[in-house]
Each structure stands twice: as structure tokens, then as C-alpha cells.
């Protein structure tokens, strides 16, 4: 019996970890297309997770909440914060935040 609990942890570990590379790299490549759309350059090393809870989508499934940070500027002198919040592998909100500018794009 105590095998197969182990098992069962050691798969939902492994299927955690997995998915939130995956969710990350959907993350950093939804930042960069709409960074180059507003002509701000993302600093990709600075993309990390925020916080992660459970939250059902819209159909009552059950998913992942996960939000990032991540960091851009606009002229390579000044960096900027913004996050973008996913729910399973959709992308749900994203942030820009600079000076006295704020926008929100909900997805």
C-alpha cells in the first residue's frame, strides 16, 4: 500500500514540475510577442513565478492560478515590472507597469 501512495506522489511531483516549465516557456513567449508589440525589449532572465494557487476555470475544472513577474524596460537604462497571470496554459491577465503608466491586458 505504502509503495503505491509513493508512487502517486512521486507522479503528481513529476507532473508539477513539468507542467510548469511548460506553463513558464508559454508564459516568457507570450511576454515577449506583446513586449515587441508595444516596442519594449523583456529581459528574459527575469521572468519567475509569483505565486501559484488552485482556482477553477470557467467551465468548473480545476487549475492552476500561476502568476509571473518579469521585467522590461524601455530604452536599456530603466527596468520596469510587470506580470502576467496564467490559469492552466491561458493566459489570463498581463500587467505593464512604468512610471505612470499602467496597462492591463486581459486575455
Not at 516557456?25 to 494557487?53: G, M, N
Given at each position: 500500500?505504502?509503495?503505491?501512495?509513493?508512487?502517486?506522489?512521486?507522479?503528481?511531483?513529476?507532473?508539477?514540475?513539468?507542467?510548469?516549465?511548460?506553463v513558464?516557456?508559454?508564459?516568457?513567449?507570450?511576454?515577449?510577442?506583446?513586449?515587441?508589440?508595444?516596442?519594449?525589449?523583456?529581459?528574459?532572465?527575469?521572468?519567475?513565478?509569483?505565486?501559484?494557487?488552485?482556482?477553477?476555470?470557467?467551465?468548473?475544472?480545476?487549475?492552476?492560478?500561476?502568476?509571473?513577474?518579469f521585467?522590461?524596460t524601455?530604452?536599456?537604462?530603466?527596468?520596469?515590472?510587470?506580470?502576467?497571470?496564467?490559469?492552466?496554459q491561458?493566459?489570463?491577465?498581463?500587467?505593464?507597469?512604468?512610471?505612470?503608466?499602467?496597462?492591463?491586458?486581459?486575455?
Amino acid at each position: 500500500m505504502s509503495e503505491y501512495v509513493f508512487s502517486l506522489i512521486l507522479i503528481l511531483i513529476v507532473w508539477y514540475v513539468i507542467d510548469s516549465i511548460r506553463v513558464k516557456e508559454i508564459a516568457v513567449q507570450h511576454c515577449k510577442r506583446l513586449c515587441l508589440a508595444q516596442e519594449f525589449h523583456l529581459l528574459d532572465e527575469t521572468v519567475e513565478k509569483y505565486s501559484t494557487k488552485p482556482m477553477r476555470d470557467q467551465s468548473g475544472l480545476l487549475k492552476l492560478l500561476r502568476i509571473y513577474s518579469f521585467q522590461y524596460t524601455l530604452d536599456d537604462l530603466q527596468r520596469h515590472s510587470g506580470k502576467i497571470t496564467m490559469l492552466g496554459q491561458r493566459v489570463v491577465r498581463v500587467e505593464f507597469e512604468h512610471d505612470e503608466y499602467l496597462q492591463t491586458l486581459n486575455a
